[in-house]
């Protein structure tokens, strides 16, 4: 298409208007904080979700038990264009947390900050913990602030700009974050409340927010009918961890007080500044529902006796609010000493605990500076509490130390016992490890119960033959003729999962696994 003459200066104007207000910074901002997470991604090993998620990447469908099906389909074009190095697997979250500095920022501008306002909540983005351990993993978790706040900058928009039809656009990412993780449902509930509580309730006499939510729905509408197709796996999966007590159950307090810890305390008072000002500002009167959304789902995760960090995502709205109140106080008060002083007081907080979330450190030097914290990096299920390292590092080690025990019981095998032999782990971890290493060792794909990988069954495997992870030779010995034990995997003292067994077992006393794989179901 080509641009007449008449029309370039309007597009000068829209770049230049984009630019203005410190929007300049805050791509440098951004960009600096793809490069941080680009250069320190691959100083420890892979993590045991980022197996599932390759797994799941090559087995392409419309949903998995544990998750919809976004971040596999991600994951599968990340490998087919960058690779399997850690970085590669990692681009996604280094990209999609610094989009979501740049967004920050907008909404910051459109709640009507200028230069300092919009700097400062670029700044306390990338000070986040839980934002920087986003941008350091390839998890469900990391695309969740860019996708919550796109919601929450079209909400915006609707309303500053008098305009319902951004409502569609709201739909729109609402319906691909539900593909992504169905968490930021309890976002778009916590939204109609506060619309509802506030003079914004008359947007629902409009069509265009019904038209939004069509629009979710329809684009929601794949994974929704896998779930009604496979008998509502992720329900069944959300019922058993809660039975099992997996979890560790906060008090509302307790969530709170960790709401503070995984957004930062030196952050604080910037976020808890906006949500008060949503509440009571009359500046900030006509988004008054987004102060009603925060206690909506702070409510709602408690209720649920949700994790801690299933609230994080709704923090950069927040900040942006807070960045917007002390950038007025500033300029009333002129404490202007004030504007570098917060500068440097969230860079040096997210110094430092960015050794906490990120893979900065040499993991001898981490153990020791995690121990000099005045506080203890909390642990969100009972069974992280016995290792060394926070479950976001622990659960990056020991899996080629498992690999290597399992080649040697598969090394043990005749050509002929190969051929039939299976390998069965005990979860989606090993299972996962087994279908990314193995294939350097000329190992089968694995079998598990666990998750998704029930779903894809025993395939061929008879189970006359099998070598089987994790498990007792008493329990086995129900199952098979003959059980011989291999050896434990080398003990990796930062591993979660350390010293697992492993048996070689033959002559199954069961008809075939196929008979049998019902109940080695594993959902929790």
């Known amino acids: 298409m080509k641009i007449t003459t008449e029309q370039a200066p309007a597009l000068n104007n829209q770049r230049q208007s984009f630019l203005a207000d410190g929007m300049l910074l805050v791509l440098f901002f951004a960009f600096a904080n793809f490069l941080l997470h680009l250069y320190f991604n691959n100083q420890y090993g892979y993590f045991r979700d980022e197996f599932d998620y390759m797994a799941c990447g090559n087995h392409l469908a419309w949903g998995y038990v544990d998750q919809p099906p976004l971040v596999p389909f991600l ?60 941008g350091s993993v390839m998890t469900t978790n990391c695309l969740e602030p860019l996708l919550w706040m796109g919601c929450v900058y079209f909400a915006i928009l609707a309303i500053k700009c008098d305009d319902p039809r951004y409502w569609l656009w709201f739909g729109v990412v609402a319906g691909i974050g539900l593909e992504e993780k169905y968490s930021i449902a309890v976002l778009g509930l916590s939204i109609v409340v506060g619309l509802l509580l506030t003079e914004q309730r008359r947007a629902f006499t409009r069509k265009w927010i019904w038209f939004g939510g069509a629009l979710a729905f329809l684009v929601f509408l794949p994974n929704l009918l896998w779930n009604v197709q496979n008998h509502w796996p992720f329900v069944e999966l959300m019922y058993n961890i809660k039975a099992d007590g997996r979890d560790v159950v906060l008090s509302p307090a307790a969530f709170f007080a960790q709401q503070v810890l995984i957004a930062h305390p030196v952050l604080a008072p910037i976020w808890i500044t906006g949500v008060l000002a949503f509440l009571f500002s009359a500046r900030l009167k006509p988004y008054r529902f987004l102060g009603w959304c925060y ?107 498992i690999i290597a025990a399992v080649n040697q019981a598969y090394s043990r095998l005749s050509p002929e016992e190969r051929a039939g032999c299976g390998i069965f782990a005990q979860n989606y971890g090993q299972a996962g490890a087994i279908d990314f290493f193995g294939g350097r060792y000329g190992l089968p794909p694995a079998l598990s119960g666990h998750q998704t990988y029930f779903l894809w069954g025993p395939r061929s495997y008879s189970g006359n033959c099998l070598i089987v992870l994790d498990d007792s030779r008493e329990v086995l010995e129900r199952e098979f003729e003959h059980v011989e034990y291999v050896g434990k995997s080398s003990d990796n003292p930062y591993a979660m999962e350390r010293e697992i067994p492993t048996f070689i077992c033959r002559g199954a006393k069961f008809g075939s696994l196929a008979e049998i794989w019902p109940r080695l179901k594993r959902w929790r």
Request: aromatic content about 10%; hydrophobic content about 55%.
């Open 75 to 134: 994951i599968k074009i990340s490998r087919l264009l960058l690779g399997d190095s850690l970085r590669s697997i990692r681009i996604i979250p280094a990209l999609a947390t610094s989009a979501a500095v740049i967004l920050t920022a907008m909404i910051a501008r459109d709640l009507g900050g200028r230069r300092f306002a919009v700097v400062l909540s670029a700044l306390a983005f990338i000070a986040v913990p839980m934002y920087l351990n986003d």
């Open 295 to 401: 206690l909506a789902a702070f409510t709602v995760f408690v209720v649920l006796k949700g994790k801690n960090y299933y609230l994080a995502p709704i923090y950069p709205v927040f900040l942006a609010a807070g960045a917007v109140v002390i950038e007025s106080f500033i300029a009333r008060s002129r404490q202007v000493w004030l504007k570098p002083a917060l500068v440097v007081l969230i860079l040096a907080g997210g110094t430092w605990l960015a050794p906490v979330v990120m893979p900065v450190l040499p993991i001898d030097k981490f153990i020791l500076y995690v121990d000099h914290l005045p506080f203890k990096v909390p642990r969100s299920e009972h069974s992280h509490m016995r290792a060394i390292l926070p479950q976001h590092f622990a659960d990056e080690f020991g899996w080629e130390e």
